[in-house]
């Protein structure tokens, strides 16, 4: 069984002067969150999806998942204090409802709308001759290395450097146990999904990603989506 894990518990502190979290604003009257939700529902390899989430908006995301015909959602978890206590928080319901070591879990963020079936399928067929799976991006500018941001103190191999992105695939039990077996303040520190997968000796395949799977961040890349949309009828 797959689950995918959406983590929707962001305040988007970047977004200003919109009140309200930037998952949940509509676009063409519809929340971000459900263009997620709804490439994760078409895929053939998702069976349960687990959206982890701020306790006040439950009945919303309830509510508008029964309106765009989300079918697949296990439950709405209350998300933690950091994006890596939010994924736990959404690995132990998972575990609860598995019974299979082999089951794999995908995890995702609600302001990535534009993933495709095909970059999540990707992922989730690589896990078993692998731990773990991510999409990255090469980087196309020089990167430089400084110890005191005023000069430079090395030079960086831009060939083996890259950007992760979203989702990131797991077989479930291993990822679980390593977040299990992390105390809570490492956790905590932990800043991407497959950073603790690579800390606890998980090994992570990397596949190529989509540039178009960007992330809503800024109002700048939220008027970028709007024209997708309008310009895709998407």
Same mark, same amino acid.
Not at 31 to 36: A, D, G, R
């Given at each position: 069984m797959n689950y995918a894990i959406i983590l929707s518990g962001g305040i988007g502190s970047r977004m200003n002067k919109i009140d309200i979290p930037k998952q949940y604003i509509k676009v063409q009257g519809k929340?971000?969150? !459900?263009?997620?939700l709804e490439q994760f529902e078409k895929s053939k390899e998702? +069976? %349960?999806?687990?959206?982890?989430?701020?306790n006040e908006w439950k009945q919303y995301i309830k509510d508008e998942c029964r309106e765009h015909g989300i079918s697949?959602?296990?439950?709405?978890?209350?998300?933690?204090?950091?994006?890596?206590?939010?994924?736990?928080?959404?690995?132990?319901?998972?575990?609860?409802s598995s019974s299979n070591i082999e089951d794999k879990v995908i995890i995702h963020d609600a302001v990535r709308p534009m993933v495709t079936v095909e970059l999540i399928e990707k992922c989730l067929?690589?896990?078993?001759?692998?731990?773990?799976? !991510?999409?990255?991006?090469?980087?196309?500018?020089?990167?430089?290395?400084? +110890? %005191?941001g005023e000069e430079i103190t090395n030079l960086?191999?831009?060939?083996?450097?890259?950007?992760?992105q979203a989702p990131e695939a797991f077989n479930l039990y291993k990822y679980y146990a390593i977040n299990e077996n992390t105390s809570k303040e490492e956790l905590n520190k932990i800043r991407g999904t497959s950073e603790l997968a690579y800390k606890k000796g998980l090994n992570?395949?990397?596949?190529?990603?989509?540039?178009?799977?960007?992330?809503?961040?800024?109002?700048?890349?939220?008027?970028?989506?709007?024209?997708i949309v309008k310009e895709n009828g998407i």
């Open positions: 929340p971000l969150i !459900m263009y997620t998702i +069976d %349960n999806i687990v959206v982890v989430a701020s697949k959602i296990l439950d709405i978890v209350i998300n933690g204090r950091t994006r890596q206590e939010s994924i736990y928080n959404g690995l132990k319901k998972c575990i609860q067929n690589n896990i078993g001759e692998y731990d773990g799976c !991510m999409p990255v991006l090469p980087l196309n500018d020089t990167i430089y290395y400084s +110890d %005191n960086m191999d831009r060939s083996k450097l890259y950007a992760g992570v395949k990397l596949i190529a990603g989509e540039d178009t799977n960007f992330k809503i961040t800024t109002r700048a890349d939220l008027t970028r989506f709007e024209m």
